[in-house]
């Protein structure tokens, strides 16, 4: 095929691609859009109203934030929500450089704070909380948890 010839096709697939995308949005003009899929939030999930995927999980904990962390419940939310990213109260990591695991909604080292609770008991919600509360009172500070010391549960923090 010549330089012409190709140049020629190229144009007319362009056109008809064009012609084509035209037709598919005046024929679909007419047509009547379907409602967005809006999850049902009740008043316990209300602080997640800009996070839809997690309403579901989280609402049953959220008087538990509260519950242990007081005026600062917010900021816990805000970095579990960073750190778990499934917000699944179950969840255990990948194995750490050290074989260590993080488990549950705070991701609670199973390592460094095997005097605290086990494993399974890190995926009871409660349990996950209080020692993340208990965590955060022996440092004084969030900075046990990656997401706060990178910034990253700022993308999570309710507005």
């Known amino acids: 095929m010549s330089t012409n010839s190709k140049i020629k096709f190229a144009r007319c697939l362009l056109a008809f691609t064009l012609s084509w995308g035209v037709w598919c949005l ?11 899929h809006r999850p049902e939030v009740t008043a316990e999930a209300a602080w997640t109203d800009n996070y839809p995927p997690v309403i579901g999980l989280l609402a049953p904990q959220v008087d538990l934030f509260d ?29 750490n450089r050290d ?44 900075e046990a948890w990656t997401v706060y010391r990178t910034g990253k549960y700022l993308l999570y923090i309710d507005k």
């Open 99 to 142: 074989k260590s695991v993080d488990v549950g909604l705070c991701q609670i080292n199973s390592k460094a704070h095997a005097d605290k609770a086990t494993i399974e008991q890190l995926k009871d919600p409660e349990t996950n909380i209080r020692v993340a509360k208990e965590i955060r009172d022996s440092w004084e500070s969030w």
């Open 67 to 95: 519950k242990y962390f007081g005026d600062e419940a917010y900021l816990m939310r805000a970095i579990c929500l960073a750190e778990n990213g499934t917000q699944d109260p179950t969840r255990v990591s990948k194995p």
């Open 26 to 36: 005046v024929s679909d003009a007419n047509k009547p859009k379907p409602e967005p």
